[in-house]
């Protein structure tokens, strides 16, 4: 299907000034892309300028959390272009999560014509500092003014962008978060839904007091072996070996996961998926077999741990940042802006469309 373009986008570009400081997520492009279902049937998708959306106070969104969303990222590459990384698994994956919710998944051609449309129309603001990009936000919810629970018969699909600086996670202190739980069991961990993040807030604002940075979510089934955390996939070398926790229907299936999997295997390192005991794994950590662990995600790429806090007990890991993740971030870094063979075909190069 065409896409249409409003003629007010070319102006909303034209106006548009980059600040000096970007930081992360925070700084938006000035135009958006959104489609709208209604009953099943999907408008066209338009290019329009970023504005305010008007939502019925009785959308089910604001009452039912009908909402799902993507974090993705588009690249200036070496030679000068701008490319999308792996942009259909972030459509697979946003088509898991609306199926889960009750919602329409969003056509893969038109989750990639959002993306493509605001990418090539946003070429100029996608930032040519290494580790800096334009972050893409696709997001879906459900608009039906009806307060009754049930799905909603109408849906929303945007696109929103913004030009990013690497998202600095620093080296992070963990908490392993004994109490509260990020998703149930059978529940929506392996949906990217806003409900899982508003789960963790709690805890996250509780460890913040406590000096830490981040929770470490334990299975909500067993409560004993090592999920994620509430934005990051979870990974420990231990004995020189990757060990990550295989999917267990509450962890959110990670692209930069599977990539590095794919990645530290093709680079010779052997990767282990496997449910981690954490009384072991911080045994590890004690004695030493355990000297590296890191997070991964879209925003942060790879995030040193540096330490890991549980009750009165600390276990600091022996390197912050570790060889490991060190080599695996520049790897994936290299490939994702050009400078190291595709070998893997993850890059989707944007055909840019220049203004004026
Ligand atoms: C988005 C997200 C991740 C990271 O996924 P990427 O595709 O690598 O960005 C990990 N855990 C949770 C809970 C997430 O929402």
Redesign the pocket.
Known sequence: MSIYIDPAVAASLRGFEMPEKLGFGTVMAPVMFRAVCQDGCWSQGELVPYAPLALDPAAKVLHYAQSCFE?MKAYRTQAGGVSLFRPER?AA?MAHSAARLCMPPVPEALFMDGVRTVTAYCANLVPATSGESLYLRPFLFGTQADLSVSASTSYEFYVIASPSEAYHAGNMRLWVEREDSRAALGGTGDA?VGG?YAASLRSVARLKERGYDQSLWLNPGNRNTVD??????FFAVINGELHTPALSGSI?E????DSLIDLARDMGYTVHERAIDIDELLGQVAEGSCDEAFA????AIVSPISLFGDGGREYPLAKAPGPVAERLRQMLLDIQEGRAEDKFGWMHPVEVVSID
């Open positions: 974090g972030n994956r990217k899982n994620e955390l509430s934005g990051m996939n959110l990670g692209v930069t996961r991964c995600g879209t925003a």
